[in-house]
């Protein structure tokens, strides 16, 4: 997106605070106002001096204190209102980003790395605040206080007035001389920073295993080239900022210097009084000073907007539903679901198929297990029954509804799931039992928690249902968080439930007391469930057999395995692994 479209779109966000805004021009125009004040306080101070006007001295002390008391406050509430507008326009972007980030299709998360998305949330959002503030007011601000000192200089001496002026344009062609050059690196450095965030992330997150595998030099070494990208580019930013200031600095100190030089000339020549030189130089500096900060204020602004392009394209990516969606309860019902002629590919080419002409139909009630071999499209599956992707081919209806007919969230309301890596959000042990179900009394939750066998584990824990679980539940073991998002399911209470590998990653006594619970939470519901052990699955109303994304076989354990095919394969295998690992364990 060009920097022009974004910054529009920035005033948006910023024209929703007029007043603030307008609070903001009138210390702007009060702080311009006293600036000038100041070299008109000192002409007539000098001059006073010079004519041994003693007698004004009371009435230039009073005007030299109202200046300063004004000026005092003057900044106090320009700078309080900049920092408002800041923190309110950043707030309003950062809220909008979370909606839209929320109803992102699941395909954005697939390519995106979370790490890049907190950058975009974070240094990003920080960037375009500082913009909306301190940026764009002196953007506003320098050129307009230049132009007041500079009428004011024309009543002083209109020819030095216009030997000064020369440095307007000279500084607003060294701001674009160097302008694209400061925006393309802005948004290097802005891309550079996501992926240094994405990469702490992921590390930050892995502390047992860099610990454990001896990783720290490499995860350093990595870390460190990502660091060393960020400060290149810095480096090469700061040369182009150093050189538009020095040509900026270079202009406005010949300006000077010239001006100056004429300045005493006509004092000599007794033209120009010696107060009225005083107040020139001055001014010198409020026409000259602006016009050199504004290379670096540039700069800012097209490394903010850099920032603000990255945020609106979260905001601009495809999402599921115009609006986020009304909290609604799961259905308590349904008759069937048929999965007719199912193709998909995650590239959109139908040469590149991740599943082909998957067809099974599952009555209310009834358990179905999903079998096969690594990457052979299991959670594929699981994804499109969960409606976080489309087929590409076929149809998945229930009760001979098409999902679109359905509607997307009512759709899934059909559904509950416990993944095969239990996911807690940060807080207590209640809140993520009530995500199942937020209107649930506390009678229900400890029901669904017994249910889990999670209550007696809960209730040793020295705040029990409110104790704060950490980051994704760092406090807990895996049994203890998968058992909480049983939990979570069971009050949820959902007609079909999709078991991914849920005990796959627990130990023997985690594995039974999971395995137990979800034997309850099974009762009564349609069961969909990956197993990676297939003793679990013997009694399943129907077995699919996967392999490269296609359902090989189907049917029942016993007539499966009289079959011969993959599955006997596949289960013939486990059982020498589990005899295995019995006489290694005894």
Same mark, same amino acid.
């Given at each position: 997106?060009?920097?022009?479209?974004?910054?529009?779109?920035?005033?948006?966000?910023?024209?929703?605070?007029?007043?603030?805004?307008?609070?903001?021009?009138?210390?702007?125009?009060?702080?311009?106002?006293?600036?000038?004040?100041?070299?008109?306080?000192?002409?007539?101070?000098?001059?006073?001096?010079?004519?041994?006007?003693?007698?004004?001295?009371?009435?230039?002390?009073?005007?030299?204190?109202?200046?300063?008391?004004?000026?005092?406050?003057?900044?106090?509430?320009?700078?309080?209102?900049?920092?408002?507008?800041?923190?309110?326009?950043?707030?309003?972007?950062?809220?909008?980003?979370?909606?839209?980030?929320?109803?992102?299709?699941?395909?954005?998360?697939?390519?995106?790395?979370?790490?890049?998305?907190?950058?975009?949330?974070?240094?990003?959002?920080?960037?375009?605040?500082?913009?909306?503030?301190?940026?764009?007011?002196?953007?506003?601000?320098?050129?307009?206080?230049?132009?007041?000192?500079?009428?004011?200089?024309?009543?002083?001496?209109?020819?030095?007035?216009?030997?000064?002026?020369?440095?307007?344009?000279?500084?607003?062609?060294?701001?674009?001389?160097?302008?694209?050059?400061?925006?393309?690196?802005?948004?290097?450095?802005?891309?550079?920073?996501?992926?240094?965030?994405?990469?702490?992330?992921?590390?930050?997150?892995?502390?047992?295993?860099?610990?454990?595998?001896?990783?720290?030099?490499?995860?350093?070494?990595?870390?460190?080239?990502?660091?060393?990208?960020?400060?290149?580019?810095?480096?090469?930013?700061?040369?182009?900022?150093?050189?538009?200031?020095?040509?900026?600095?270079?202009?406005?100190?010949?300006?000077?210097?010239?001006?100056?030089?004429?300045?005493?000339?006509?004092?000599?020549?007794?033209?120009?009084?010696?107060?009225?030189?005083?107040?020139?130089?001055?001014?010198?500096?409020?026409?000259?000073?602006?016009?050199?900060?504004?290379?670096?204020?540039?700069?800012?602004?097209?490394?903010?907007?850099?920032?603000?392009?990255?945020?609106?394209?979260?905001?601009?990516?495809?999402?599921?539903?115009?609006?986020?969606?009304?909290?609604?309860?799961?259905?308590?019902? +349904? &008759?069937?679901?048929?999965?007719? *002629? @199912?193709? =998909?590919?995650?590239?959109?080419?139908? #040469?590149? /198929?991740?599943?082909?002409?998957?067809?099974?139909?599952?009555?209310?009630?009834?358990?179905?297990?999903?079998?096969?071999?690594?990457?052979?499209?299991?959670?594929?599956?699981?994804?499109?029954?969960?409606?976080?992707?489309?087929?590409?081919?076929?149809?998945?209806?229930?009760?001979?509804?098409?999902?679109?007919?359905?509607?997307?969230?009512?759709?899934?309301?059909? +559904? &509950?799931?416990?993944?095969?890596? *239990? @996911?807690? =959000?940060?807080?207590?042990?209640?809140? #993520?039992? /009530?995500?199942?179900?937020?209107?649930?009394?506390?009678?229900?939750?400890?029901?669904?928690?017994?249910?889990?066998?999670?209550?007696?584990?809960?209730?040793?824990?020295?705040?029990?249902?409110?104790?704060?679980?950490?980051?994704?539940?760092?406090?807990?073991?895996?049994?203890?968080?998968?058992?909480?998002?049983?939990?979570?399911?069971?009050?949820?209470?959902?007609?079909?439930?999709?078991?991914?590998?849920?005990?796959?990653?627990?130990?023997?006594?985690?594995?039974?007391?999971?395995?137990?619970?979800?034997?309850?939470?099974?009762?009564?519901?349609?069961?969909?469930?990956?197993?990676?052990?297939?003793?679990?699955?013997?009694?399943?109303?129907?077995?699919?057999?996967?392999?490269?994304?296609?359902?090989?076989?189907?049917?029942?354990?016993?007539?499966?395995?009289?079959?011969?095919?993959?599955?006997?394969?596949?289960?013939?295998?486990?059982?020498?692994?589990?005899?295995?690992?019995?006489?290694?364990?005894?």
């Amino acid at each position: 997106m060009k920097s022009k479209g974004v910054f529009f779109r920035l005033l948006k966000y910023m024209g929703k605070y007029k007043l603030l805004y307008a609070g903001l021009i009138m210390t702007m125009l009060a702080g311009i106002a006293l600036d000038l004040s100041v070299a008109w306080f000192l002409s007539q101070i000098t001059n006073a001096a010079v004519k041994f006007e003693i007698d004004r001295w009371p009435t230039l002390v009073a005007i030299g204190a109202i200046i300063l008391v004004g000026a005092s406050l003057t900044s106090f509430f320009d700078t309080y209102l900049k920092q408002k507008a800041s923190v309110k326009v950043r707030n309003d972007i950062r809220l909008d980003t979370m909606d839209h980030a929320l109803r992102l299709h699941q395909d954005y998360y697939d390519r995106t790395h979370t790490g890049d998305l907190l950058a975009r949330f974070t240094s990003d959002n920080q960037a375009v605040g500082e913009a909306a503030g301190n940026i764009v007011m002196g953007l506003l601000r320098n050129p307009l206080l230049a132009l007041c000192a500079f009428i004011y200089l024309l009543n002083i001496h209109w020819p030095l007035a216009l030997i000064t002026i020369c440095v307007g344009p000279a500084m607003i062609l060294t701001g674009k001389m160097f302008g694209e050059s400061m925006r393309i690196k802005g948004a290097r450095l802005q891309e550079a920073m996501g992926r240094g965030t994405s990469y702490l992330q992921d590390v930050l997150g892995a502390s047992v295993l860099y610990k454990i595998f001896g990783l720290e030099k490499k995860i350093s070494k990595q870390y460190r080239q990502f660091s060393t990208d960020i400060a290149e580019i810095e480096q090469s930013q700061g040369k182009t900022q150093g050189a538009a200031g020095a040509v900026s600095q270079v202009i406005a100190i010949a300006t000077f210097m010239i001006a100056i030089l004429l300045a005493g000339y006509f004092v000599a020549k007794g033209s120009l009084e010696v107060g009225a030189m005083l107040a020139f130089i001055q001014l010198m500096n409020y026409l000259v000073n602006p016009f050199a900060l504004l290379p670096a204020l540039w700069s800012s602004m097209q490394q903010a907007l850099a920032g603000a392009d990255r945020i609106f394209q979260v905001i601009d990516a495809p999402k599921e539903y115009a609006e986020l969606p009304t909290p609604s309860r799961a259905k308590s019902s +349904f &008759s069937e679901i048929d999965v007719s *002629s @199912v193709g =998909f590919s995650y590239t959109g080419d139908v #040469n590149e /198929l991740a599943l082909h002409d998957i067809r099974f139909r599952v009555h209310a009630g009834q358990t179905v297990a999903i079998v096969g071999g690594s990457g052979g499209g299991k959670s594929t599956l699981f994804k499109l029954l969960l409606g976080l992707y489309a087929p590409t081919a076929g149809t998945i209806e229930i009760d001979g509804k098409d999902r679109g007919a359905i509607g997307l969230r009512e759709y899934r309301d059909y +559904f &509950s799931l416990v993944p095969q890596e *239990s @996911v807690l =959000f940060t807080g207590s042990i209640r809140d #993520n039992i /009530l995500d199942g179900n937020p209107t649930a009394d506390d009678e229900q939750m400890f029901a669904a928690a017994k249910q889990a066998n999670a209550y007696d584990f809960i209730m040793k824990l020295p705040e029990g249902f409110d104790t704060e679980i950490g980051e994704r539940g760092s406090r807990l073991s895996g049994g203890q968080k998968q058992r909480i998002a049983i939990a979570r399911a069971i009050l949820r209470d959902a007609p079909i439930l999709l078991l991914d590998e849920a005990t796959a990653a627990l130990d023997n006594e985690s594995e039974r007391l999971v395995q137990d619970a979800l034997s309850r939470l099974m009762v009564g519901k349609t069961t969909l469930v990956i197993a990676h052990r297939l003793s679990t699955v013997q009694h399943a109303d129907l077995i699919l057999v996967m392999e490269h994304g296609k359902i090989v076989e189907k049917g029942k354990h016993h007539a499966l395995l009289a079959a011969g095919g993959r599955y006997q394969e596949l289960y013939q295998a486990q059982l020498m692994n589990e005899e295995q690992e019995t006489l290694v364990e005894s």
